[in-house]
């Protein structure tokens, strides 16, 4: 068993960044490939970025790449997502997500959900 926490959500102006935190608890966090989604209101969740367990191969969404980026510490069992140059599009509720492998890019692929950080982006 994972419980995934997220925090660091907020309101935030266009063109401002966020640090999303989710820590993890459990002895084999090390050994889990990581992700963040994402679901705005009336639309799919998404991915946003995953992690490999050691944090040496990352992947994004294509529209992120450059201004998301996706990082782990094993030792504080946390994983990060740092957002910079945020649009109203990004608006949603992340969630953090243990995934089953390193390559899984959509929901039915994660093995344990966090509740979600709400982000809110004005323009």
């Known amino acids: 068993q994972v419980q995934l926490v997220e925090s660091g959500g907020g309101l935030v102006q266009a063109g401002g960044s966020l640090r999303l935190s989710c820590a993890a608890s459990?002895?084999?966090?090390?050994?889990?490939?990581m992700g963040w989604f994402r679901q705005a209101p009336g639309k799919e969740r998404t991915i946003v970025a995953a992690?490999?367990?050691?944090?040496?191969?990352?992947y994004y969404a294509d529209s992120l790449k450059g201004r998301f980026t996706i990082s782990r510490d094993n030792a504080e069992k946390t994983v990060y997502l740092q957002m910079n140059n945020l649009e109203p599009e990004d608006t949603a509720v992340y969630y953090c997500?243990?995934?089953?492998?390193?390559?899984?890019?959509?929901?039915?692929?994660?093995?344990?959900w966090g509740k979600g950080t709400l982000v809110t982006v004005s323009s």
């Open positions: 997500a243990v995934l089953r492998s390193a390559v899984v890019r959509t929901p039915l692929g994660v093995d344990y």
């Open positions: 992690i490999t367990w050691s944090g040496g191969i990352t």
């Open positions: 459990g002895r084999t966090f090390s050994t889990l490939a």
